[in-house]
């Protein structure tokens, strides 16, 4: 039987939310902001955030080749689902569910850094940091674990959990 133990609860998140909303809403006062949520992981935490912030912003998805039904990154990231919205003269926050070895993110910020934005900046749900591999850095973050798999709020294992309202350690 596999195990669901509390991390974070619904009323915490909403509280992290609210005030990472008020710094990004500081830092991104009187610039064109446009956040890009990677599907499908972070669509629960855009929809939230974006909510909460003060200023204008465009919003974007992005799609990339993820976990399937393994624990580990495969390592080699693909783009099913680029971007349609221009970045130039824009500052882009890229929104991720949860960094783990950072390789998934450093691709998609180089990729977007490519296409000539104004600056480009990272902001994640859970930043986990254990496994990192890369020296990709997490601007803004919810929340900060050393390890552990996490489901709930978006995140899914293998598909499941992202409808839960909380946050979760899975134990398998
Ligand atoms: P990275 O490239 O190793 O940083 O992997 C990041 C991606 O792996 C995230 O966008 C998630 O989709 C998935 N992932 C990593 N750790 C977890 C976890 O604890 N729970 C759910 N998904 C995870
Ligand atoms: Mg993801």
Request: with cysteine; hydrophobic share 40%; aromatic share 6%.
């Amino acid at each position: 039987m596999s195990e669901l133990i509390p991390v974070l609860t619904e009323t915490e998140i909403e509280q992290h939310i609210h005030q990472l909303a008020q710094r990004i809403s500081d830092d991104y006062r009187n610039k064109n902001l446009m956040m890009i949520g990677v599907l499908k992981g972070a669509f629960v935490f855009l929809s939230d955030l974006m909510r909460r912030l003060t200023i204008p912003v465009e919003v974007e998805f992005v799609r990339l080749s993820s976990y399937g039904k393994s624990h580990t990154s495969s390592g080699k990231i693909e783009i099913p689902k680029d971007l349609c919205l221009d970045v130039k003269d824009k500052h882009v926050l890229i929104v991720e569910d949860i960094v783990d070895t950072g390789v998934t993110l450093s691709t998609l910020a180089a990729h977007i850094a490519s296409l000539n934005p104004k600056s480009v900046k990272i902001c994640a749900l859970i930043d986990k940091l254990e496994r990192r591999k890369t020296d990709c850095q997490v601007d803004y973050a919810c929340h900060t674990v050393e390890g552990g798999f996490l489901v709930g709020y978006g995140l899914d294992y293998a598909e499941k959990y992202r409808n839960l309202p909380a946050i979760y350690h899975l134990k398998l």
